[in-house]
């Protein structure tokens, strides 16, 4: 795996890519899991959190998971790195330039995710890499159920 060093944004340049990385491994998204989300942060909308209901009543005729838990469920969603980023103090998530929910995720379904730096660049905080990723519903290729630009910066 090749390495690079953290404040070597001239070598950093070359993980920029237009082509996205391989899947990641696939995560099932379980019903139970929707309910402990929706226990969580008080989104007990049927939509997610009644079976029957939603059989009858949704557009997808199921329930269907927040979209804000199939974004943090990125973390299980690993792929094999193909770089390494070394010689930092901190690295530090500094939240996201977008994020969108552009398709439904059935409970019951496979999510899996593949991602691409799309810039890296020197600033007063550190070197800053924006990484696009997308979250797939397996079986669904051609169209990501979420869009999320990550903003990390290495110190």
Avoid at 122 to 141: L, N, S
Wanted: aromatic share 10%.
């Amino acid at each position: 795996m090749k390495q690079y060093r953290h404040d070597d944004v001239e070598a950093l340049q070359e993980l920029v890519s237009e082509e996205f990385g391989n899947w990641s491994q696939p995560v099932e998204v379980s019903q139970d899991m929707v309910n402990q989300f929706a226990e969580l942060t008080g989104d007990d909308y049927w939509i997610h959190t009644d079976p029957e209901k939603a059989k009858t009543d949704s557009p997808f005729g199921c329930t269907i998971a927040h979209g804000f838990l199939t974004l943090v469920l990125m973390p299980k969603m690993r792929s094999e790195p193909t770089y390494e980023v070394v010689g930092f103090n901190n690295m530090l998530n500094y939240g996201s330039d977008k994020l969108r929910f552009t398709g439904a995720v059935p409970v019951g379904s496979s999510i899996r995710s593949r991602s691409r730096i799309k810039e890296i660049s020197a600033t007063p905080k550190g070197t800053k890499m924006v990484m696009e990723q997308h979250i797939h519903v397996v079986g669904q290729d051609e169209r990501p159920a979420v869009i999320y630009e990550l903003v990390i910066f290495y110190m």
